[in-house]
């Protein structure tokens, strides 16, 4: 939880909740911050976004510029993405040229669990 930053009384706005999510993941990530996550409704200004995302969900450039707006200065997105061996893994070089064209920094991939269905990444505005 640390490396992606999640902390104590941020609210954290969640994007691309399915059936398929680490709901441990997510539990943690409550805990940690104290309150639940908040939906894809909320308005408000956030902390951090955790954004579940799988190929095929459309144009995560976009999806990253959108985050961006909702984020509170020196705020994050944590993108979760699909670990290797699933079919809707989101290939690295493709993630890595969605940062760049947002305008973000990101963190070297953490697999999350033991089964690495999942990775997540923190990413920042560049400063």
């Known amino acids: 939880m640390k490396k992606l930053g999640f902390a104590h009384d941020q609210i954290v706005l969640e994007y691309g909740y ?4 680490d709901e441990s993941f997510r539990e943690q ?18 902390d951090a976004v955790l954004l579940w995302w799988r190929e095929g ?3 995560l450039t ?4 959108d985050c961006l707006a909702l984020l509170e200065e020196g ?14 893994r989101v290939a690295a070089h493709d ?21 690495g269905q999942w990775h997540a990444q923190r990413l920042v505005g560049r400063r």
């Open 62 to 65: 976009d999806e990253l510029v």
């Open 95 to 115: 993630a890595q040229e969605a940062c760049a064209t947002a305008g973000l920094t990101a963190s070297g991939a953490v697999p999350l669990g033991g089964d």
């Open 57 to 59: 969900d459309g144009d």
């Open 18 to 21: 399915d059936d398929d999510v």
């Open 29 to 46: 990530v409550q805990e940690v911050v104290g309150s639940p996550l908040e939906e894809e409704d909320y308005t408000g200004v956030v």
């Open 75 to 88: 705020g994050f997105i944590a993108l979760v993405t699909p670990g290797s061996g699933r079919p809707d």
